[in-house]
């Protein structure tokens, strides 16, 4: 996840990751006291019932179709996120919970949103927008909802500004699009990731802009009209949308199946940055298996953290040359863990980013010793201070399982590290889960040897 210039850290964690269904009560208005049915829709053919059950989940499945306006020099962005989602929770269901970083980030203002073109109204509650359906979505069945929304990109980097601005020529958007998530607080001591997201099988996103511009986004480019204002990007089993946009340069290798292409502007390190994706992707699926992508996007971002995101590497801006191969294959690792099997970003931060660091580290002869003193390796990010998570949860935690790899043998570490890859492959696992399968590999007792570093799971 994001990965400091100086290699700088911070994250946390605050409570168990485990409950799919969340109880949570919400008083929100009902739809009966709303704007009439949108025109178009018919409302009896939803299948949302009167009730309520004070429920949400995020076992749904959600497909996604946004089309967004961008005004590049006024740093604006209004559109629409259209869902079609399906319950597929176990019981029913009476809201979702969206989260976007436009509502802490972009000054958010909804405008109508509908449920089965019936018009309800939702309540930003931190960094989510709480949508009431209007009445009880049975597991099984589905609904369609209509989010519209403006917000305003900030024009510095400073805090965490940088995941949603305009600055050094380049327009970086990162989890912007109202997702299905649990609900989050986005406030941390550090730089830590409070995400946490499933996968959508699929995900079309409508680019307009008022300037013809290179976007760099999660996906494949489908369509782009004559005047290059106009844009279309589909993407398929993935957990977010993340985008750059600015007058990019770019440049372009393959690895295998796979098209690595840098966008950069002028006086970026493109060639190094190329070389550096191109050596962690072929050293990175030796020993994790088949990156999922056709195409490895390396992207330069306005500056902040690097970061990653599906099919995406952000490097930010000013990125010095000492730090340049680390910095890549990190973020490239984050394409198998996050990527592939994701987690809790907030609650469980040890299940990437140990599990990242190691491997990047590995694959570069980069081991070294924590400069922090000895913590646990299950909180939150929320409870790691901000000079020492990076330390703590990626040096610390990828130095246990570099010892685990080692009382192990390799041979039967990265089988059972393949194993966990395929047996969780675009669900949400969690920290104990990816202990547990190491230990089930080996006839060593891994858990008596760790169990002091995770308290809350031994």
């Not at 699009?177 to 996968?199: A, K, Y």
Request: charged share 15%; glycine share 8%; proline share 5%.
């Amino acid at each position: 996840m994001a990965v400091a210039l100086l290699l700088v850290l911070v994250a946390g964690t605050v409570a168990s990751a485990s409950t799919e269904a969340m109880t949570l009560r919400v008083e929100l208005p009902m739809a009966a006291t709303l704007p009439p049915p949108e025109p178009g829709v018919a409302p009896a053919a939803s299948a949302i019932v009167p009730g309520s059950v004070h429920r949400t989940s995020m076992k749904v499945s959600a497909t996604y179709d946004v089309r967004v306006r961008l005004g590049i020099a006024a740093r604006t962005v209004s559109g629409r996120a259209q869902l079609t989602v399906e319950n597929r929770s176990g019981g029913g269901i009476d809201r979702l919970e969206l989260n976007t970083v436009m509502a802490r980030l972009g000054g958010l203002h909804l405008g109508q949103t509908t449920v089965d073109g019936v018009a309800v109204r939702p309540v930003i509650d931190d960094q989510t927008i709480v949508v009431p359906l209007g009445g009880v979505l049975p597991d099984g069945a589905s609904a369609v909802v209509v989010v519209r929304f403006r917000a305003t990109l900030r024009t510095s980097i400073t805090g965490s500004s940088w995941l949603f601005t305009r600055a050094n020529g380049i327009s970086n958007l990162y989890r912007w699009i109202p997702w299905v998530s649990r609900r989050t607080p986005f406030d941390r001591p550090n730089h830590g990731d409070p995400f946490v997201t499933p996968v959508s099988p699929k995900v079309t996103v409508t680019y307009v802009t008022d300037v013809p511009v290179v976007i760099a986004s999660t996906g494949q480019r489908t369509a782009i009209s004559a005047d290059r204002l106009t844009q279309e990007f589909t993407a398929t089993d993935v957990r977010d949308i993340t985008t750059a946009i600015s007058t990019y340069r770019t440049t372009s290798a393959t690895v295998g199946d796979t098209v690595v292409r840098v966008f950069y502007r002028p006086g970026a390190p493109a060639s190094a940055l190329l070389t550096a994706a191109k050596s962690a992707l072929s050293k990175l699926e030796a020993r994790l298996g088949a990156y999922p992508y056709p195409t490895l996007k390396i992207i330069q971002s306005a500056g902040g953290y690097g970061m990653e995101g599906p099919g995406v590497a952000w490097i930010p801006t000013g990125v010095g040359s000492s730090n340049l191969t680390y910095l890549v294959t990190h973020e490239v690792a984050h394409q198998w863990f996050y990527g592939i099997v994701g987690n809790d970003q907030a609650r469980e931060p040890f299940a990437d980013e140990a599990m990242t660091d190691f491997v990047a580290r590995y694959v570069l002869g980069m081991r070294r010793a924590s400069r922090c003193a000895t913590a646990a390796l299950d909180r939150s990010i929320y409870r790691y201070g901000s000079t020492c998570y990076y330390e703590q949860v990626y040096i610390q935690g990828g130095n246990l399982i570099d010892d685990a790899r080692k009382k192990m043998g390799s041979a039967t570490f990265w089988g059972a590290v393949r194993g966990y890859l395929a047996d969780h492959r675009w669900g949400l696992s969690h920290t104990k889960t990816l202990l547990a399968a190491l230990d089930d590999a080996t006839s060593l007792n891994l858990r008596s040897w760790w169990g002091s570093r995770f308290p809350t799971l031994y």
